[in-house]
């Protein structure tokens, strides 16, 4: 039993060592002169090939990495914000009045979910357009819209096993509903509002496609930052992609390794409902 | 309990009106024209033109840029938008068809009043002017004459040919570059060919650049009128497009199974680094080469060939002139915002301040006859250029795969000739590829 | 409860109602009726029918149809299958097992533009030993994707295994130790009836989450050679921005794939509601 119990784990870590390589491999190559990365991705750099941190110089030169992390930065937080209020208003609010219009609003929320993004990226970006969200606050919006379905799914299923004892205790005291959901409901959401901050802020961060069609050309988020730096007609740079490919893990990796707990918990609370 | 939820309620007044705010406004100010620029490379330079333009005149030129291979398709999502791009440009005859709705004319337009050869400028059925070209291109083999004075030195060479100046057709081409491959040690390169660039996105030198010639060929045998755009590729001098490329491939820096990973960026710094004796691009190209840490390429050693391909006319011929570059202005902008894009085009082609960005930022050879002689770039293709423009005996080859149908056409092309240099493909599907893809995309586009 | 409640909607919903009808609906009906027209703009739409899907069933959409299904059955298996034994590993109390969950489970949050280039830059220098790249094949591209999606995802059903693996009471597994049940019995009889909710969710998300893939794609391969390896999200972004003329038929296609995934959600939740009733 004990000898298994030690096969296993050399195997773990053989595992955990082989998830880790590509992160890696990366990061030596982003030490490598950009015309030595195709050839020989698995060599450490040696005198002749290592280049310091010319790479990521150029990188962040190239693309504006840090205007696009503030932007990321920035789209992810107010919308995760945004989100995280006005989903659990709705939600409540929704699972309190029980009416016809309210099962309506949240079954087109619940149906907006498995519809995939390329049915509406195209109108999207017209009405966005239109409208002028075009900027990095304008798109916060269209992640709300986005962001709706499952933001909603998860608080009503939590709020549907509040007691309405609560609430009716703090009607009886005067409150209004809007104090009713912010002294009472919200801070019992507290969980379900960890795991859909989560959930949002993975999505939101990492997307490319919608702030692509929508912003790309003027404001680069990280995502498209890495990607613009892919093409330029005649000039890709292998070394400034591999830094560049760092310096987007970094925070996530930050990121993960502060919250961890949550974010496990988040994702499993996530799945199992989603 | 109770100053939470007043700060929740401050917190999500603040959350909507700044949403609100933002979204209202955001958008261009009156001083300002878009041009949406199609050349990656010069994206930095063109940021210092707005900063003086807009120091002289006060008008903002807000440039942005596509990213390669995607300047259509950016086009497209953004002059669909409200602030649509007042500048943008469009790569021929193909490119008019495509956005004809867009094209303001410039007929009465200074740049077109200074433009030295009326013809290059692109006209609709009507006659009025709707793109002028803005810059003149040439490319052809570019080579690297220390590597060949290096060879022709040897004395177990095997050829007949003694110098570079007899190389004046495919044949001594052939000839010279099959005996390099045999010395590559002594003559320290790689390969004699850098790496055909084959990845997705990056091979623009073969499916349009190297299928000109036959393209050329067919076209002149035909009479077509390019112009116009042309319905059916027959695709008969295709052998001599094969000619070319598989000397290329064969004899290159890489393996030819190993095309499809290589960049263009990768076959210039091989070039400029000294690991082969010649590539194929356009001049364009020595500001990529001379970036290259480490550039053992002197300037002096720069030449250019010509594509000799094994057609008839190969000793005649001279470089591939021409240009995919037109400028247009949005029709569909404000009078006002078109007037101010045809002042600054003028500006920067005609005053001086302009003139001095082109030639010496740019780096572009301009059609305008407001060049004068000694106002073009001092770089030595530039200068090869000009040597071979000179030489009146030698025919230029224009830029007809301006012709060519859409981008997907080419990238069709692209992966054919990709998986024809990985051997998975024969030739003879390449063409039929090629043919049969044209066909589609002609019928479509009309 | 409250007095006039209906009052209160403009403050609790309609602000994320407005982001929706935005953002989503309006889009979405749009989108189906601009499917059955000719446009290059919204505004300039003229109706034609049923002309776009007719079109849209071409060569490169069956193709990445077939292409998207198998790679996303063969996604099923493998990455079920080694978050599963994984999870088994990681339920036995080892010590250092928050360790190995953490290294696991973080590949899922690198966003997927970057993990594609991550593993260009590796498959491409492992083929390079024979000779070849990413491009030479379409199945190349198949497995390429295919170790990229396992990287991604495996920690990620994993981590929702471990939480069903511990949802088992220990007696169960001890009574049936007692009762003389061997390894594979006990899998077989308790352990996995026990966690096939558990199993359903990972098999749909795995499901969903592979047939939408769009940005690893774009990133790995951008569907080299030829546009083989474009899977469905990309053969769409394809139609839709690749040339101009073809958009009706591009939101034709994506109107076929948002059916197809409303048929795996449904799917999805009949077996979960039969599930309920059986229990």
């Given at each position: 039993m004990k000898l298994r119990n030690t096969a296993c784990i050399v195997f773990l870590v053989f595992l955990s060592v082989l998830f880790l390589a590509p992160i890696f491999i990366v990061l030596m190559n982003s030490f490598k002169g950009q015309f030595y990365i195709t050839d020989a991705p698995f060599v450490l750099p040696s005198k002749e090939t290592f280049a310091g941190i010319t790479n990521y110089l150029n990188g962040i030169k190239k693309t504006d990495f840090i205007g696009a992390f503030f932007r990321s930065l920035f789209i992810t937080v107010v919308s995760v914000f945004a989100i995280l209020l006005f989903s659990s208003m709705a939600a409540w609010y929704m699972a309190r009045k029980d009416d016809k219009l309210s099962k309506i609003i949240y079954y087109s929320f619940i149906i907006s979910m498995t519809v995939p993004f390329q049915m509406v990226m195209f109108t999207m970006s017209k009405t966005a357009n239109t409208l002028g969200l075009e900027t990095p606050i304008g798109i916060t919006v269209l992640y709300l819209g986005f962001g709706a379905g499952l933001s909603v799914f998860m608080f009503s299923?939590?709020?549907?096993?509040?007691?309405?004892q609560l609430e009716e205790a703090a009607a009886i005291d005067g409150c209004g509903p809007i104090k009713t959901f912010f002294s009472v409901i919200f801070p019992i959401l507290r969980p379900t509002a960890i795991t859909v901050s989560i959930l949002n802020a993975m999505w939101i961060w990492?997307?490319?496609?919608?702030?692509?069609?929508?912003?790309?050309?003027?404001?680069?988020?990280?995502?498209?930052?890495?990607?613009?730096?892919?093409?330029?007609?005649?000039?890709?740079?292998?070394?400034?992609?591999?830094?560049?490919?760092?310096?987007?893990?970094?925070?996530?990796?930050?990121?993960?390794?502060?919250?961890?707990?949550?974010?496990?918990?988040?994702?499993?609370?996530?799945?199992?409902?989603? | 309990m109770k100053k939470r939820f007043i700060s929740f309620i401050l917190l999500s007044a603040i959350a909507v009106s700044t949403m609100l705010i933002f979204t209202s406004c955001g958008k261009k100010s009156d001083n300002e024209i878009y041009f949406l620029n199609f050349k990656p490379e010069i994206a930095e330079k063109y940021e210092e033109i707005s900063k003086t333009y807009e120091a002289i005149t006060g008008i903002k030129v807000k440039f942005s840029t596509a990213a390669a291979n995607t300047y259509e398709q950016t086009l497209k999502s953004e002059i669909a938008k409200k602030d649509a791009p007042t500048i943008f440009q469009i790569n021929g005859p193909i490119g008019y068809e495509t956005w004809k709705n867009y094209c303001a004319d410039l007929t009465d337009t200074q740049l077109y009043s200074i433009l030295s050869d009326k013809t290059l400028a692109i006209k609709g059925e009507d006659g009025k002017v709707y793109g002028i070209p803005y810059v003149i291109e040439a490319y052809g083999i570019i080579c690297n004459l220390s590597?060949?004075?290096?060879?022709?030195?040897?004395?177990?060479?095997?050829?007949?040919?003694?110098?570079?100046?007899?190389?004046?057709?495919?044949?001594?081409?052939?000839?010279?570059?099959?005996?390099?491959?045999?010395?590559?040690?002594?003559?320290?390169?790689?390969?004699?060919?850098?790496?055909?660039?084959?990845?997705?996105?990056?091979?623009?030198?073969?499916?349009?650049?190297?299928?000109?010639?036959?393209?050329?060929?067919?076209?002149?045998?035909?009479?077509?009128?390019?112009?116009?755009?042309?319905?059916?590729?027959?695709?008969?001098?295709?052998?001599?497009?094969?000619?070319?490329?598989?000397?290329?491939?064969?004899?290159?820096?890489?393996?030819?199974?190993?095309?499809?990973?290589?960049?263009?960026?990768?076959?210039?710094?091989?070039?400029?680094?000294?690991?082969?004796?010649?590539?194929?691009?356009?001049?364009?190209?020595?500001?990529?080469i001379k970036d290259v840490s480490g550039n053992t390429v002197k300037e002096s050693d720069v030449r250019f060939l010509p594509l000799y391909n094994g057609g008839s006319d190969d000793s005649d011929m001279g470089l591939c002139i021409g240009t995919e570059n037109y400028i247009c202005i949005n029709k569909n902008a404000s009078e006002e915002d078109q007037k101010r894009a045809a002042d600054f085009l003028y500006w920067l082609y005609s005053s001086t301040d302009g003139k001095k960005?082109?030639?010496?930022?740019?780096?572009?050879?301009?059609?305008?006859?407001?060049?004068?002689?000694?106002?073009?770039?001092?770089?030595?293709?530039?200068?090869?250029?000009?040597?071979?423009?000179?030489?009146?005996e030698k025919v230029s080859v224009p830029w007809h795969f301006v012709?060519?149908?859409?981008?997907?056409?080419?990238?069709?092309?692209?992966?054919?000739?990709?998986?024809?240099?990985?051997?998975?493909?024969?030739?003879?599907?390449?063409?039929?590829?090629?043919?049969?893809?044209?066909?589609?995309?002609?019928?479509?586009?009309? | 409860m409250y007095k006039r409640f209906s009052r209160y909607f403009p403050i609790f919903v309609l602000p994320i109602l407005a982001a929706f009808i935005i953002s989503f609906a309006v889009p979405f009906v749009m989108g189906i009726y601009l499917s059955f027209c000719d446009f290059t703009t919204v505004s300039d739409a003229r109706f034609i029918g049923l002309e776009n899907y007719k079109e849209?069933?071409?060569?490169?959409?069956?193709?990445?149809?077939?292409?998207?299904?198998?790679?996303?059955?063969?996604?099923?298996?493998?990455?079920?299958?080694?978050?599963?034994?994984?999870?088994?590993?990681?339920?036995?109390?080892?010590?250092?097992?928050?360790?190995?969950?953490?290294?696991?489970?973080?590949?899922?949050?690198?966003?997927?533009?970057?993990?594609?280039?991550?593993?260009?830059?590796?498959?491409?220098?492992?083929?390079?030993?024979?000779?070849?790249?990413?491009?030479?094949?379409?199945?190349?591209?198949?497995?390429?994707?295919?170790?990229?999606?396992?990287?991604?995802?495996?920690?990620?059903?994993?981590?929702?295994?471990?939480?069903g693996l511990q949802n088992i009471p220990g007696e169960l597994r001890e009574a049936a130790a007692i009762d003389g049940a061997t390894a594979s019995m006990e899998l077989k009889h308790i352990t996995l009836p026990l966690v096939m909710p558990s199993i359903t969710v990972c098999t749909f998300l795995t499901l969903t989450n592979t047939f939408k893939l769009f940005d690893q794609n774009l990133a790995l391969t951008a569907g080299a050679p030829n546009r083989r390896?474009?899977?469905?999200?990309?053969?769409?972004?394809?139609?839709f921005y690749g040339g101009v003329g073809s958009e009706g038929v591009g939101q034709a296609k994506a109107v076929i794939f948002t059916l197809i995934l409303g048929a795996i959600a449904l799917l999805q939740l009949y077996l979960t509601k039969r599930r309920e009733r059986d229990v």
């Open positions: 299923g939590f709020i549907k096993s509040i007691p309405k990492n997307d490319y496609l919608l702030p692509y069609l929508v912003i790309g050309n003027e404001y680069k988020t990280i995502p498209i930052a890495v990607q613009y730096l892919q093409g330029g007609y005649g000039s890709r740079d292998m070394g400034a992609l591999m830094a560049m490919l760092v310096l987007a893990i970094i925070p996530i990796v930050i990121f993960y390794l502060i919250s961890q707990k949550y974010i496990i918990k988040g994702v499993i609370a996530g799945a199992v409902k989603g | 590597k060949f004075d290096e060879y022709f030195a040897l004395t177990n060479r095997q050829t007949e040919i003694n110098s570079f100046e007899e190389i004046t057709d495919f044949y001594s081409l052939r000839t010279v570059v099959e005996d390099m491959t045999l010395h590559l040690d002594e003559l320290s390169i790689k390969g004699v060919f850098g790496s055909t660039s084959l990845l997705s996105g990056e091979d623009w030198r073969w499916q349009t650049h190297l299928a000109n010639i036959p393209f050329y060929l067919e076209a002149k045998e035909q009479n077509y009128n390019v112009g116009t755009g042309v319905e059916e590729f027959k695709f008969t001098h295709n052998v001599k497009m094969k000619n070319l490329f598989d000397l290329y491939i064969n004899n290159s820096v890489t393996e030819r199974s190993l095309l499809g990973s290589k960049s263009v960026s990768d076959s210039m710094a091989e070039f400029a680094l000294g690991q082969c004796a010649m590539i194929q691009n356009g001049n364009w190209a020595w500001a990529q960005f082109v030639t010496e930022q740019l780096e572009f050879l301009t059609p305008f006859n407001t060049f004068n002689a000694d106002e073009t770039p001092s770089d030595p293709l530039a200068k090869e250029i000009n040597r071979w423009l000179s030489d009146t012709a060519f149908p859409g981008t997907s056409f080419k990238n069709d092309f692209g992966s054919a000739l990709l998986r024809y240099a990985q051997g998975s493909i024969t030739w003879e599907d390449v063409v039929n590829t090629v043919k049969t893809r044209w066909k589609e995309e002609t019928a479509k586009a009309r | 849209a069933f071409g060569e490169s959409f069956t193709h990445s149809l077939w292409y998207t299904a198998l790679f996303s059955l063969a996604s099923v298996i493998t990455v079920n299958l080694a978050a599963f034994f994984l999870a088994r590993l990681l339920t036995r109390g080892f010590k250092g097992t928050n360790f190995f969950r953490t290294v696991f489970f973080m590949p899922n949050l690198i966003g997927g533009i970057v993990l594609g280039y991550i593993w260009q830059i590796i498959i491409n220098g492992i083929l390079r030993y024979y000779g070849v790249d990413i491009t030479f094949y379409e199945a190349y591209g198949f497995l390429g994707l295919l170790v990229l999606t396992n990287w991604q995802l495996i920690g990620y059903m994993m981590i929702i295994y471990v939480a390896s474009a899977m469905l999200a990309l053969d769409i972004y394809n139609t």
